[in-house]
């Protein structure tokens, strides 16, 4: 028996990542899956757990994403998904955007994308909120390679040695120029 449709308490679930874990073992499940809603903040908690101890079963990562099709707002599951939590040291310029919200200042830049995106569904923009979405999913090399970009090499260093040191400042030219 398979459940790929799971909430922890990390969305709109009940259950803590270990009682998941436990009940899917009394249950006799063969393959689980947390699907929280716009988040793996719980793969975060499962990599410090040693589920054997808990589970025998495996553990498919998923997440259960909100998005838009024509007028009307969707949940799409998606599954084998990163959920690697990357430390502040081992950031580099092959990092998106997204794997930098575990920063201050990458927290900031993440929650006003999802702001922006937010907004962008509710007025039914769909081709204006995936951009945000595969902005977010760049590495940040990207911003720069480009003859014709705005962005330059030194910026992204900047933003990359300010989020190692996990500071917020939103007066760095890469955020003012991204968040404008």
Known sequence: MIDLHIHSTYSDGTDSVQEILQKAQSLNLDYI??????????YKELEKIDIPKYYTGKVIPGIEIKCAYGTHIIEILGYKIPTR???????TVENTLEQFKNTKIGKKIF????EKMDKLMKEQNVNKATKVMMDLQKPLKKFYE??????TKEMVEEF?????KDEENLNLEFVK????
């Open 33 to 42: 899956s947390i699907t929280d809603h716009d988040t793996c903040d719980g």
């Open 85 to 91: 939590y990357i430390e502040l040291k081992d950031l």
């Open 111 to 114: 929650e006003h994308e999802m």
């Open 146 to 151: 480009k003859k014709s970009s705005k962005y």
């Open 160 to 164: 990359i040695n300010t989020a190692k």
């Open 177 to 180: 120029l991204y968040l404008k």
